[in-house]
């Protein structure tokens, strides 16, 4: 745990024993305690809150793909589109050969 050995983790202690005191170094210690267990539960919240996040724009992100197809040309615009075609080839049927 961080590459602290026990004699580094009893020197620590020590230390924090004759800095602190007998007496406000368990309160020092249930406090720590209950600082991690809500540092704990707020990252495990946050990484919840993202899950869901990432979750919810794909779930918005698939329907859309699936949309992307592009819509099909309206009869009128593709029939007057081949509409010169065909009247260029009527002309041609219906000009009489000199």
Same mark, same amino acid.
């Given at each position: 745990? !961080?590459?602290?050995?026990?004699?580094?983790?009893?020197?620590?202690? $020590?230390? &924090?024993?004759? $800095?602190?005191?007998?007496?406000?170094?368990?309160?020092?210690?249930?406090?720590?305690?209950?600082?991690?267990?809500? !540092?704990?539960?707020?990252?495990?919240? !946050?990484?919840?809150?993202?899950?869901?996040? &990432?979750?919810?724009?794909?779930?918005? $992100?698939?329907?859309?793909?699936?949309?992307?197809?592009? #819509? =099909?040309? #309206?009869?009128?615009? =593709?029939? &007057? =589109?081949? &509409? #010169?075609?065909?009247?260029?080839?009527?002309?041609?049927?219906?000009?009489?050969?000199?």
């Amino acid at each position: 745990m !961080f590459g602290i050995g026990m004699p580094e983790l009893i020197i620590i202690m $020590v230390i &924090a024993l004759i $800095v602190i005191g007998p007496h406000k170094l368990p309160e020092l210690a249930k406090s720590l305690g209950k600082g991690l267990a809500e !540092f704990k539960r707020a990252s495990e919240d !946050f990484q919840r809150n993202i899950q869901e996040e &990432a979750r919810k724009s794909e779930e918005k $992100v698939e329907p859309h793909q699936e949309a992307v197809t592009p #819509p =099909a040309e #309206p009869e009128h615009v =593709a029939t &007057a =589109a081949a &509409a #010169p075609a065909e009247h260029a080839a009527g002309e041609k049927k219906d000009a009489p050969h000199a």
